[in-house]
T-cell receptor, first 109, second 113 residues
Framework: TQLLEQSPQFLSIQEGENLTVYCNSS?????LQWYRQEPGEGPVLLVT?????EVKKLKRLTFQFGDARKDSSLHITAAQPGDTGLYLC?????????FGTGTSLTVIP | SQTIHQWPATLVQPVGSPLSLECTVE??????LYWYRQAAGRGLQLLFY??????ISSEVPQNLSASRPQDRQFILSSKKLLLSDSGFYLC????????????FGQGTRLTVV
């Protein structure tokens, strides 16, 4: 079983603040995905990163894949209440996806 | 476009009763299919995955089993539920090519009482 640790586990910030979520592993992944999940719903894919060192931007969200393809980060600029949710990273190994421990983000208006 | 359907959305079952959760995918062929379980506010634990009809791989030995009777149908079952089987169950699919993403159904909230 591949283990991905996310930090922090919980994060509560004021609207307009910046934040970074980390996803770390000792395993190498062929790709890494970030998802956001609302309570009672399935995770929704935000982005996939494939190349070591790759950086992708999605509006106020910036995703980075580590050079060694073992870790990743998600940075949110000027957080908004709509960003509230559970953020999950997932590493792909062949045709299997292994999920991180999750980061619960609350953005207070 | 591809869609994934999972039902029921919620289920309350007594201890010792059987379980059958169904998942179907539309708009694609030969998908990889997955069952995950999620504890409240936490990450997803991979239970089973399948790369084709009748091909099931189990990640965690437990009280559950999975079957894939048709290309786009994946079923999660139990003969006798335990209290510890309570949780949020998610079905997902991915393409059969290398390095594709997983897409999820809406999930089933199972409560064993």
């Amino acid at each position: 079983t591949q283990l991905l640790e996310q930090s922090p586990q919980f994060l509560s910030i004021q609207e307009g603040e910046n934040l970074t979520v980390y996803c770390n592993s000792s395993s190498v992944f062929s790709s890494l995905q970030w998802y956001r999940q609302e309570p009672g719903e399935g995770p929704v894919l935000l982005v996939t990163v494939v190349t070591g060192g790759e950086v992708k931007k999605l509006k106020r969200l910036t995703f980075q894949f580590g050079d060694a393809r073992k870790d990743s980060s998600l940075h949110i600029t000027a957080a908004q209440p709509g960003d509230t949710g559970l953020y999950l990273c997932a590493g792909a190994v062949g045709n299997q996806f292994y999920f991180g421990t999750g980061t619960s983000l609350t953005v207070i208006p | 476009s591809q869609t994934i359907h999972q039902w029921p959305a919620t289920l309350v079952q007594p201890v010792g009763s059987p379980l059958s959760l169904e998942c179907t995918v539309e708009g694609t062929s030969n998908p990889n299919l997955y069952w995950y379980r999620q504890a409240a506010g936490r990450g997803l634990q991979l239970l089973f995955y399948s790369v084709g009809i009748g091909q099931i791989s189990s990640e965690v030995p437990q009280n559950l089993s999975a079957s894939r009777p048709q290309d786009r149908q994946f079923i999660l079952s139990s003969k006798k539920l335990l209290l510890s089987d309570s949780g949020f169950y998610l079905c997902a699919w991915s393409g059969d090519s290398y390095q594709t993403e997983a897409f999820f159904g809406q999930g089933t909230r199972l409560t064993v009482v």
